[in-house]
């Protein structure tokens, strides 16, 4: 085990290299000038909407949540941009959208910030768990993250050895995983510079809704105005922009 997490200490110092700035949501300056807030989200929505958007091939050889694969899915593929210490970026709420809607598939990608220690561990650790066990997996990302601004998630250590535990790991196995895990988690790391620049972001029909931790009923809202939007509606990208603009000022966002 000790091994294991040496393993992951050495990569975490490799991949804080390729790591820019992050915030997570609701964190640091406030923002007072709201115009300006809104002035900025709208340049970020059109050059989203000038760019074409192809999940199936910027995310070829990904899993959805629950396990099914991003090639060949007929629904909408969702991105969620997530920080396994950022406080809001939770897992539960992501469940139950993809129970409630099949034809929807979320696939979680990582931004660990090297201003703390252990993001980048827990996104390693939560990739490899998932080629054994997606509920131990789950239930790890739930375990070790914080659940309030101030919340005091498990350890990082404690938390692994009960998903390896319950999932019947073997060090070994987990260590092989781990090794696996580390082109994705840093592929996701390169994908998000100058792109991803707090969490939780969702990417819905290639437009950035950061700072938006939507609740389950609240996504299937957002994204069908993303597809409005992506098809020219003006209404719907002003709506979008007063969305996010709440999102980062930590206001309620529908």
């Known amino acids: 085990m000790l091994r294991v997490i040496q393993s992951v200490k050495i990569m975490t110092l490799f991949f804080c290299l390729f790591l820019g700035i992050t915030s997570f949501a609701h964190a640091g300056t406030p923002i007072s000038d709201r115009m300006a807030v809104e002035a900025g989200v709208k340049t970020e929505i059109a050059k989203d909407l000038a760019s074409p958007y192809s999940p199936h091939e910027s995310l070829s050889g990904r899993t959805c949540l629950d396990g099914r694969p991003v090639d060949g899915f007929q629904g909408d ?96 196995a987990f260590a092989d995983a781990l090794q696996a895990a580390a082109p994705l988690v840093s592929a996701d790391i390169v994908a998000a510079q100058s792109r991803i620049t707090s969490t939780p972001t969702w990417i819905l029909d290639g437009i950035r809704f950061p700072a938006c931790d939507f609740k389950a009923g609240e996504l299937p809202t957002a994204l069908k105005l993303a597809r409005k939007a992506r098809s020219g509606d003006i209404r719907a990208k002003d709506e979008i922009s007063q969305i996010i603009t709440r999102g980062l000022l930590n206001e309620s966002l529908l």
Not at 81 to 87: D, G, K, R, S, T
Request: aromatic share 10%; net charge negative.
């Open 77 to 172: 593929i969702l991105e969620y941009w997530a920080n396994l210490e950022c406080p809001y970026c939770g897992i539960q709420e992501l469940l139950q959208v993809q129970r409630n809607h099949p034809d929807l598939c979320i696939v979680v990608r990582h931004i660990p910030s090297d201003e703390y220690g252990e993001s980048l561990k827990k996104a390693l650790s939560y990739e490899a768990l998932r080629t054994f066990s997606a509920n131990a997996a789950h239930r790890f990302w739930d375990s070790v993250l914080p659940k309030t601004s101030l919340g005091i998630p498990v350890p990082y250590e404690a938390a692994l050895q009960s998903a390896l535990l319950e999932a019947a790991i073997a060090p070994e």
